[in-house]
């Protein structure tokens, strides 16, 4: 019939048959029902409407040429169980091409639109743009973006997901800090108390006469001989400084000979501190005494000069 040897030479000129396409009956059979030579008991698209051979062509060209000629190739790794020597594997799950005459066979009679005078997205007669397809490469693009839409929005929901997670993550790593904050603070309280404690002990050793110091119990008076009063009061002063700073030290966290040290410069500004009160006050009580009075020994009042 007038065009099958056309469509044979293009088959053969593929290079993948094992015999002349027109030796291999599945294949001549294709290609004479798609040319609508081949007569059927039932009608099809091909026997109402018959293509032509640049319609073969365009099918060969668009279906092997350009999308699977490598498919059929012995070395294309379509599954795990493909080799160059062939595939064990089940076909189904084989994207290898085995068969290619019987592959070249469904192209050449594949029918995807419900009209039969429709090739390929084209009406044969008119040449116009099928509707059905139209509409079918529509309802694709619209299932495809809905698809990407769910993907989109499935990822969206496991990125905020996993944004909770994380936020829940470090607010409870924050409430754990703030815990081991605290049981620290209260670690550096109960040593600071404990330390506290100890140097309480050890200032009474190591001067008893200050114990009992602000509750009346042998504190000497001003009155009651003087130097004593003032060496006392002095120590106790001295030394309830040395307390109160070496107690805030160690709440901060420091201890051992740091400590000491620290303990031991601020008690030397303290003390230089006082003598420039003490300086200060002796200086203005010159000053009140009454020009040409003579200061007493011993005594709290002024004195006249014996002169």
């Given at each position: ?9 293009l ?23 798609f ?9 099809t ?14 099918r ?8 699977h ?22 076909q ?61 929005d499935?990822?969206t ?61 042998g ?16 120590r ?27 303990v031991?410069?601020?008690?030397r ?39």
């Open positions: 019939m007038a065009g099958d040897a056309e469509v044979f030479a088959l053969d000129s593929l290079g993948v048959l094992t015999s002349p396409a027109n030796r291999i009956p599945p294949l001549r059979r294709a290609v004479r029902e040319l609508g030579a081949q007569v059927d008991a039932r009608p698209a091909f026997s109402m409407y018959p293509r032509a051979v640049e319609h073969a062509v365009t060969i060209n668009a279906g092997w040429t350009r999308a000629t490598d498919r059929s190739l012995s070395e294309f790794p379509a599954c795990s169980q493909c080799t160059e020597t062939g595939c064990t594997g089940p189904e799950r084989c994207d290898r091409i085995r068969k290619p005459q019987a592959y070249l066979a469904q192209l050449l009679l594949a029918q995807d639109c419900e009209r039969p005078d429709c090739e390929r997205g084209v009406i044969l007669g008119s040449r116009e743009e099928c509707a059905l397809c139209v509409g079918r490469a529509r309802q694709m693009a619209e299932g495809l973006a809905a698809t990407e839409w769910l993907a989109e499935a990822e929901r496991a990125r905020a997901a996993a944004e909770a997670e994380a936020e829940r993550a470090a607010e409870a790593e924050k409430e754990k800090e703030a815990e081991r904050a605290r049981a620290a603070a209260e670690a550096r309280a109960r040593q600071a108390a404990e330390e506290t404690a100890r140097l309480r002990e050890q200032l009474a050793a190591e001067h008893p006469e200050l114990v009992g110091v602000g509750q009346g119990a504190m000497p008076g001003p009155r009651d001989g003087g130097a004593r009063y003032a060496q006392a009061a002095g106790g002063r001295q030394a309830a400084e040395e307390l109160s700073v070496r107690a805030v030290l160690v709440s901060e966290g420091m201890y051992g000979t740091a400590l000491d040290d620290e031991r410069r601020r008690m500004t303290w003390k230089a501190e006082r003598r420039r009160e003490a300086q200060a006050v002796d200086l203005a009580a010159v000053a009140a005494r009454p020009a040409g009075s003579w200061p007493g020994v011993g005594q709290h009042g002024a004195a006249e000069a014996p002169f």
